[in-house]
Nanobody
Framework: QVQLVESGGGLVQAGGSLRLSCAASGLRFRTYTMGWFRQAPGKEREFAAVISWSGDRTYADSVKGRFTGSRDNANTVYLQMNSLKPEDTGVYYC????????????????WGQGTQVTVSS
């Protein structure tokens, strides 16, 4: 059974850094595109970053230049978040899908439970 488990969230001050991890199991990790989404209270889940199975990476404009996604080709995808801003606050979700460069929620088949990231001013 497919399972995605996020970790690494927490409380950080504005300007600080945080690294999220997502451990995947039950799927052929190398064949899946891995996406990162986030959701603030009262808002829709939004795209943050995607690391495709091809190795290509794409970022939302809101995080470009500050966030870096990567994968170890074993079972884990990462999101290195630097220069964090209060507007980055939200629950961050890891997702797995087949489509290269997928940026839509509906493009993904599997989801983790999320990890909370809170950035204080």
């Amino acid at each position: 059974q497919v399972q995605l488990v996020e970790s690494g969230g927490g409380l950080v001050q504005a300007g600080g850094s945080l690294r999220l991890s997502c451990a995947a199991s039950g799927l052929r990790f190398r064949t899946y595109t891995m996406g990162w989404f986030r959701q603030a209270p009262g808002k829709e889940r939004e795209f943050a970053a995607v690391i495709s199975w091809s190795g290509d990476r794409t970022y939302a404009d809101s995080v470009k230049g500050r966030f870096t996604g990567s994968r170890d080709n074993a079972n884990t995808v990462y999101l290195q978040m630097n220069s964090l801003k209060p507007e980055d606050t939200g629950v961050y979700y890891c997702a797995a899908g087949r489509r290269i460069g997928a940026m839509k929620v509906d493009d993904y088949e599997y989801w983790g439970q999320g990890t909370q990231v809170t950035v204080s001013s």
